[in-house]
């Protein structure tokens, strides 16, 4: 996909976001019994560098790990609000504990869909975070348990976000601006 002439101006920094995760992994640990497993279900594919460093923060628990693909963005900028599963999880959930991983909650249509379908599968215990979220963006009631940065309504990339499948590498998350 051919995408308009950007640049990215960093926006929240790689330190920034290290030492917001260590300080959400304490509140995820005091919310979960800490002899039992957690099932940490990350939405691919923009979760995956988030979730690589939160499991870490979580070391001195017992944690499995899945993922999930649902589909909204397709490749441009525009949400869609039919959420289509295209990967589902690998383990059954039934009685366990489980954390849902996403990058951003924008419209919020993905995660409610997901939770929906998670919470139809009767965990004992099912939580969301996502490192993103931006509220002003809105169309259904929902609200991850857990936030890492509430951002104002700009087109991010960075840390496992992408535009158009680029970008998922940079180690912080920068704001798209066109210049054209
Ligand atoms: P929602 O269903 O509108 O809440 O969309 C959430 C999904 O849209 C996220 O998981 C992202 O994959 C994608 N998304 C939302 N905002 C952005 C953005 O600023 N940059 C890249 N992807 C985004
Ligand atoms: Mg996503």
């Known amino acids: 996909m051919s995408t308009r002439p950007y640049v990215i101006?960093?926006?929240i920094s790689a330190k920034a976001i290290a030492a917001r995760i260590e300080e959400l992994s304490e509140e995820i640990k005091q919310a979960f019994p800490p002899d039992q497993r957690i099932v940490v279900v990350g939405l691919l594919r923009g979760s995956f560098v988030f979730i690589a460093d939160l499991v870490r923060e979580l070391r001195d628990r017992d944690?499995?790990?899945?993922?999930?693909?649902?589909?909204?963005?397709?490749?441009g900028?525009?949400?869609?609000?039919?959420?289509?599963?295209?990967?589902?999880?690998?383990?059954?959930i039934e009685g366990r504990n489980v954390l849902v991983v996403e990058d951003i909650v924008d419209t919020g249509h993905?995660?409610?869909?997901?939770?929906?379908?998670?919470?139809?599968?009767?965990?004992?215990?099912?939580?969301t975070i996502a490192l993103l979220d931006k509220p002003n963006r809105r169309e259904v009631d929902f609200r991850a348990d857990w936030i890492g940065?509430?951002?104002?309504?700009?087109?991010v990339v960075g840390y496992g976000i992408d535009y158009a499948q680029r970008n998922r590498?940079?180690?912080?998350?920068?704001?798209?601006?066109?210049t054209d």
């Open 77 to 92: 900028m525009n949400s869609s609000r039919e959420v289509r599963i295209l990967k589902d999880l690998r383990g059954a």
């Open 9 to 11: 101006d960093q926006m």
């Open 149 to 155: 940065f509430e951002i104002p309504d700009e087109f």
């Open 110 to 127: 993905t995660l409610n869909h997901v939770m929906h379908l998670l919470e139809s599968r009767n965990p004992a215990k099912i939580r």
């Open 169 to 178: 590498n940079l180690p912080f998350i920068g704001k798209v601006r066109f």
């Open 63 to 75: 944690v499995e790990v899945d993922f999930l693909e649902a589909s909204s963005y397709g490749d």
